[in-house]
């Protein structure tokens, strides 16, 4: 079971910047995706970016260009770099992890590995 843990949330003034990191544990396999997702209060989860084993990305259009996914294998960290916030980023932000053996596409696929999540706060 891969653990997930979500750092670097924050408050911000709109405009401003944060980075958001996961660390997660191994994963023996070799396809799998991972995932940022954000929450508000009554709210759903919803999908913010998804890398896959070959560090294929996909961005939600509510980033609009301010957000870069990344990952550094050699800490096993996910990376989202988030700048020109506004208050609508205001959220509980959340990784992912899903293994994909049949090549799901990471979009669309659903995640059962979670973090415990990482509040951030944007001010006007």
């Known amino acids: 079971q891969v653990q997930l843990a979500e750092s670097g949330g924050g408050s911000v003034k709109a405009g401003g910047s944060l980075r958001l990191a996961c660390k997660f544990s191994?994963?023996?396999?070799?396809?799998?995706?991972m995932a940022w997702f954000r929450q508000t209060p009554g709210m759903g989860r919803e999908r913010v970016a998804t890398?896959?084993?070959?560090?294929?990305?996909n961005y939600a259009y509510i980033t609009k260009g301010r957000f870069i996914l990344s990952r550094d294998n050699t800490e096993n960290t996910l990376f989202l770099q988030m700048s020109r916030l506004g208050p609508e980023d205001t959220a509980t932000y959340y990784c992912?992890?899903?293994?994909?053996?049949?090549?799901?596409?990471?979009?669309?696929?659903?995640?059962?590995?979670w973090g415990q999540g990482t509040q951030v706060t944007v001010s006007s």
């Open positions: 992912a992890f899903e293994p994909r053996p049949d090549y799901t596409g990471c979009f669309e696929t659903s995640y059962r590995t």
């Open positions: 191994p994963y023996g396999g070799s396809q799998y995706c």
């Open positions: 890398i896959d084993e070959d560090d294929s990305i």
